[in-house]
């Protein structure tokens, strides 16, 4: 169902919040979130790195 599939999207998020307020470093709270995002979405390394690559020299990351 479509409404299903949008709150699974929030996955990510859920998980940062919570290993973050468990106490964890903030880095690896990143890093599981991103990991998650990326088994989800299928998205492989490489096209991972891609993606990041390109999301660091956008003028929105910058600000």
């Not at 690896?28 to 999301?55: C, E, H, N, Q, Y």
Request: proline share 5%; no cysteine; hydrophobic share 60%.
């Amino acid at each position: 169902m479509p409404g299903e599939t949008n709150l699974w999207g929030l996955t990510p998020v859920l998980v940062f919040a919570i290993i973050a307020l468990l106490g964890v470093d903030i880095v690896l709270s990143t890093i599981a979130a991103i990991v998650l995002g990326a088994i989800m979405t299928g998205t492989t390394p490489v096209g991972m790195g891609k993606l990041l690559a390109d999301s660091l020299g956008s003028f929105i990351a910058v600000v």
